[in-house]
């Protein structure tokens, strides 16, 4: 007899939709967990055919749940219960195939008719897990504000979502829509949830719609199927499979400094200060960190006199111009090329700027998609001081 899995701390409901099932449904078993951390004990314990979850619970909660599931070898359906249901995004979400949602107060003979459904899609093949794409719609639904680490093979990304809405994506070297495309172009992609949002900058106001649509397409232009077969592949071996895929450079080798250093610091449940984010970020000769009164608040082989009050002086210029012709927002940044092909990057806040020396053959725009998020907080921070 199939075994379906019903998640939620409401001990009432587990008993009423047990007692239901059992006068109604002959043909699965109900096994219950009050969180997501016993619902995972329950899936490694046991064959599980269906999990349904809902999303607020102690402990672990529906979300952090469903991004542990896509991280499991065996391919499990999902419907969650949510209070934030609207027939749209049941409609899209039944589109999919692989995810889908009911909402609270849970009518128990819908509830029961999605079981019986999503059991028999499930032994046709048609019903396959968690997919990205579905996960990323269930937090729009569910009005999520957090940070979702991607990961496929050897490619890792980061996903900022605000209330429901995308902000901002990073895949070194790309940010904004574009790392958002290529993310969600990623097929059978790993899934982590940090409730927080470790970006503060609005980047993207593309619908999600939109963007799960423009990464469907760039997936299957790119023929992505073999995704995770390439986790074993040699360095090389990995060289000469993407060698063919532009924009996909990046994702040969180790991960970025910067990219690499949020993802620790996610794991380990912190958050990346600005600092630490300064010193990974690649190819920086030297660099300082002024607030608005001059004082430096972070620096790093400033030897040269002179290179402080420069990046001070820049700054400033910079809002006495804004200023002068009007402009609602300072500029995002200034580059200066030096005789030796060095380049200087400033990047001009009104708490703070920072004055970094990059080295030859490294792209300053990297740096800035590095440090914006952790720039952007250190502002926000600076303002409600």
């Not at 607020?56 to 469903?66: A, I, R, S, Y």
């Not at 995004?89 to 195939?97: A, F, K, P, T, Y």
């Not at 990059?358 to 600076?382: F, R």
Request: glycine fraction near 8%.
């Amino acid at each position: 007899m199939k075994k379906v899995l019903v998640v939620d701390d409401d001990h009432g409901f587990l008993l009423s939709l047990q007692d239901m099932c059992r006068e109604r449904a002959d043909s699965f078993e109900v096994v219950t967990a009050g969180n997501g951390k016993e619902a995972l004990a329950v899936l490694g314990s046991q064959p599980i055919d269906l999990v349904v979850t809902d999303l607020k619970m102690p402990e672990m909660d529906g979300f952090e749940l469903v991004s542990r599931m896509s991280r499991l070898k065996n391919s499990v359906p999902v419907i969650a219960m949510t209070a934030f249901g609207t027939p749209e995004m049941e409609d899209r979400l039944m589109d999919l195939g692989t995810f889908q949602y009911i909402e609270k107060p849970v009518d128990f003979e819908l509830l029961l008719q999605k079981i019986k459904d999503g059991l028999a899609a499930g032994a046709k093949g048609i019903v396959s897990g968690v997919s990205l794409s579905s996960f990323l719609q269930l937090l729009e639904l569910d009005r999520k504000t957090c940070t979702i680490m991607a990961r496929a093979g050897r490619r890792l990304g980061l996903l900022f979502f605000k209330n429901g809405s995308l902000i901002n994506a990073y895949a070194e070297p790309l940010t904004g829509l574009d790392a958002a495309f290529e993310i969600i172009s990623w097929d059978q992609a790993e899934i982590e949830i940090h409730n927080f949002c470790r970006n503060r900058k609005k980047t993207i106001d593309a619908p999600l719609g939109f963007i799960l649509i423009e990464g469907a397409r760039l997936s299957d232009e790119r023929g992505e199927g073999g995704v995770t077969q390439d986790a074993g592949m040699s360095a090389e071996e990995a060289d000469d499979e993407f060698a063919q895929l532009d924009d996909l450079d990046f994702a040969t080798g180790p991960l970025p400094p910067s990219t690499a250093a949020m993802a620790q610091s996610l794991e380990q449940g912190g958050k990346v200060t600005l600092e630490e984010t300064l010193n990974a970020a690649p190819g920086v000769n030297r660099m300082v960190l002024v607030a608005k009164d001059g004082t430096a608040r972070i620096q790093r082989n400033i030897d040269n006199k002179e290179f402080k009050p420069f990046v001070t002086y820049v700054a400033v210029a910079a809002e006495k111009i804004r200023g002068i012709l009007g402009y609602g927002e300072l500029p995002s940044h200034i580059i200066l090329t030096q005789e030796k092909g060095e380049q200087l990057l400033i990047i001009p806040g009104v708490e703070l700027s920072v004055g970094i020396e990059v080295q030859p053959g490294v792209s300053p725009t990297k740096i800035i998609a590095a440090i914006g998020p952790a720039l952007a907080e250190a502002q926000q921070l600076e303002l409600q001081a």
